[in-house]
């Protein structure tokens, strides 16, 4: 069984930076494909941030967070960081951290952490 603890959420002004972490623990490894997802009120789950488990680390962000969020990892650590900075009021959300074994989709999902941007 896999745990995914995040972290690192809080309250912050438009155009500020937080660090959101995610601790896994159980069976996961360097292999695993780690994401970060967001959900607003009343919308559904938006895909945020992801970095493969191979051993490039290749990463993916949609266009809405692109060159403003960074997602990277600490295999030693079994970590998984998103660093955000420019925050907008439209980032408010909770961010759940998601783990994938390898050629599977997310198995695995933290307990999410609230990031509020106030304008």
């Known amino acids: 069984q896999v745990q995914l603890v995040e972290s690192g959420g809080g309250l912050v002004q438009a155009g500020g930076s937080l660090r959101l972490s995610c601790a896994a623990s159980?069976?996961?490894?360097?292999?695993?494909?780690m994401g970060w997802y967001r959900q607003a009120p009343g919308k559904e789950r938006e895909f945020v941030a992801e970095i493969s488990g191979n051993s490039g680390g290749t990463t993916h962000y949609p266009d809405s967070v692109k060159g403003r969020f960074t997602i990277s990892r600490d295999n030693d650590k079994n970590t998984v960081y998103l660093q955000m900075n420019s925050l907008k009021p439209e980032d408010t959300a909770v961010y759940f951290c998601?783990?994938?074994?390898?050629?599977?989709?997310?198995?695995?999902w933290g307990q999410g952490t609230q990031v509020t941007v106030s304008s």
């Open positions: 159980g069976r996961t490894g360097s292999r695993y494909t």
């Open positions: 998601a783990a994938a074994p390898p050629n599977t989709a997310y198995k695995y």
